[in-house]
């Protein structure tokens, strides 16, 4: 009785445990969302009936959208991206402009999509109302600030989605989620019914996985009148830019370059050092290299922008929200208020210096026919809770990327290139500020062709994959045979490995090393090599001559014999194999 209750005890200790594993890993998993997380309030706000015929009907008839929970609607509080300052501000009175206009132009608005905290990163992540999910890549973070709308759109939610964008609110989770993202010149759409974040590089973005979505929405908000389409004349790469990408800088180029030879010829394309560039056409910048000079070797004038768009946006930040944080006192990101205690506020004119120069500088270089090509952000998005997240490092290179067209005014679209490494990546297009429509249409007219380009690319890539490593197996059989000839038998092993790992198809590569294991005295390692050689090539000679001298010195005398024979039929004339035989047939007759 007493051993039949201790097997009981531990069969329940057994349970509990198991039990224990199953909700910790339970508790570890993130759970399936119907909505990615990506909404904080599902509404509906309804378009006006579709005028009677002969009228056209409403140009977004049939869309749904969302909107970044920094846009007012009238009857609801607008969070801001945190709890607190939901907690503190009334529901809205009036329902933001851009909003009515699309509700009015035939979409339905479905509800108000996740953003960071008060919009102040560019990850995606926040605590309030958790991380939404990215479609694209489940582990990586979604980019931000508006990262709700990107998901919603990624996850086919809706049709397309609001965001804001300062420093790269929109462009960046539209990298990170895999959809069309567009940041319009600056306050060419109005900011009316947004909260502010930093009003002077301010813009109301948008998300949409169709092209042609994409320019519906912006020709509605743009108010664009109907004309003829111009052609880029101008594709500028920046060749700078691509290099800080932690992705070979041909993946992206690629792809833009036949693209565009495709549907516009080569001459339009050319290539531009930006860095070189701005230094020559932006004197403001020494203001913002640290104290580094424009001689200097360690000078950047892309560091240098960046850094005055940081200074910009943390000054304007904290003219909007200083008072509210102060008086409120929310436990707010502890990055957002160590931010705000730095004091900038003796610089900020020459900010203002730095974005006109940017835009002259830009306008300049693309007139208004031309296209500066850029990567949206460095990489694949990162992943959750990774060191690159607090890395000042990589946030400082990334917002390189974007203070372009945050500083310059102008208008950028992020364009999605296919995956790397099974995370989305994305190309950037700039056009001059006021080139909206220009920019909206190369964009309907170049994305058929990008993601033709992408798909030629991942196949090519899986057989030039093959062909390289073809080539280096190769090299690497060669090294194995100087080592073997110099008596290296160790060495040429390693040699014969490296070629093996890098194509297992080669019979050759099995023999030769079972050469260098004879050698090594290695006679069962030798035997298997062979074996492997003789399944992929029978007629392989050298193997069978090998495993029969592996065998023999094994002990395994009639198969050494068969092994030998083997070689015969194959090479009649073959001596080692004849005196093998004899050999053996004298000592085991």
């Not at 479905?110 to 605590?127: L, P, R, W």
Request: glycine fraction near 6%; aromatic fraction near 6%.
């Amino acid at each position: 009785m007493a051993s039949s209750g201790a097997a009981a005890n531990l069969w329940v200790l057994l349970g509990l445990g198991i039990a224990g594993v199953i909700m910790a890993a339970r508790r570890l998993r993130r759970p399936a969302r119907p909505d990615h997380g990506a909404f904080i309030a599902r509404l509906e706000l309804l378009p006006p009936p579709q005028p009677p015929p002969p009228q056209a009907p409403h140009p977004l008839t049939g869309l749904c959208f969302a909107i970044a929970d920094a846009l007012h609607v009238s009857g609801y509080i607008t969070s801001f991206g945190s709890l607190e300052w939901a907690r503190t501000h009334d529901a809205a009175t009036q329902t933001s402009p851009v909003v009515s206009a699309l509700v009015d132009g035939g979409a339905i608005c479905v509800g108000k999509t996740v953003i960071d905290e008060m919009a102040y990163s560019i990850h995606g992540e926040n605590k309030n109302f958790d991380t939404p999910t990215n479609p694209a890549a489940p582990d990586r973070v979604p980019g931000g600030c508006s990262s709700g709308s990107a998901v919603a759109v990624a996850g086919g939610i809706v049709d397309f989605a609001l965001g804001i964008d300062s420093i790269g609110g929109v462009r960046i989770p539209g990298a990170y989620c895999g959809v069309l993202a567009f940041r319009p010149s600056h306050a060419v759409v109005s900011n009316a019914g947004v909260i502010p974040v930093a009003p002077s590089l301010d813009t109301i973005g948008w998300f949409a996985r169709d092209p042609n979505v994409l320019r519906r929405v912006g020709h509605l908000l743009l108010r664009l009148p109907y004309a003829d389409k111009r052609q880029p004349r101008h594709f500028y790469i920046a060749d700078d830019c691509f290099a800080l990408s932690k992705i070979p800088a041909r993946r992206f180029t690629q792809v833009v370059t036949k693209s565009v030879e495709k549907l516009f010829g080569r001459q339009v394309l050319s290539h531009v050092n930006l860095e070189n560039y701005l230094t020559s056409r932006m004197s403001s910048l020494r203001n913002y290299s640290n104290g580094l000079k424009n001689g200097d070797a360690k000078f950047s004038s892309l560091q240098a922008l960046c850094n005055a768009m940081r200074l910009l946006h943390k000054h304007e930040f904290k003219e909007q929200h200083i008072e509210w944080i102060n008086s409120v006192k929310p436990s707010v990101d502890a990055r957002i208020v160590s931010n705000l205690s730095d004091n900038g506020d003796s610089v900020t004119d020459s900010c203002q210096d730095a974005r006109n120069e940017a835009r002259l500088a830009l306008s300049a270089l693309l007139k208004d026919d031309g296209i500066l090509v850029i990567p949206t952000a460095l990489g694949c998005p990162p992943k959750l809770n990774s060191k690159e997240l607090s890395s000042e490092s990589y946030n400082s290179q990334t917002l390189c990327l974007s203070s372009l067209a945050s500083m310059s005014g102008c208008c950028q679209v992020s364009v999605p290139l296919g995956t790397h490494d099974k995370c989305p990546i994305s190309v950037s297009f700039i056009a001059r500020h006021g080139g909206d429509r220009f920019l909206l249409d190369t964009t309907q007219t170049i994305y058929a062709t990008i993601q033709e380009q992408v798909e030629i690319l991942a196949k090519s890539n899986i057989s030039s994959k093959q062909a390289m490593n073809e080539e280096a197996a190769e090299a690497a059989k060669e090294k194995g045979n100087a080592a073997f000839k110099e008596k290296q038998w160790q060495k040429a092993v390693n040699y014969y490995t490296e070629a093996i790992k890098l194509n297992g198809k080669v019979a050759t590569y099995y023999s030769n090393r079972a050469a260098a294991f004879l050698e090594l005295a290695s006679y069962r390692q030798a035997e298997a090599d062979c074996t492997s050689a003789i399944d992929l090539d029978p007629k392989i000679v050298k193997a069978y001559l090998r495993r029969g001298t592996a065998r023999e010195m094994l002990g395994y005398y009639k198969e050494a014999v068969d092994d030998f024979n083997h070689a015969l039929v194959l090479e009649p004339m073959n001596k080692t194999a004849g005196v093998a035989i004899n050999r053996l047939k004298k000592l085991f007759p």
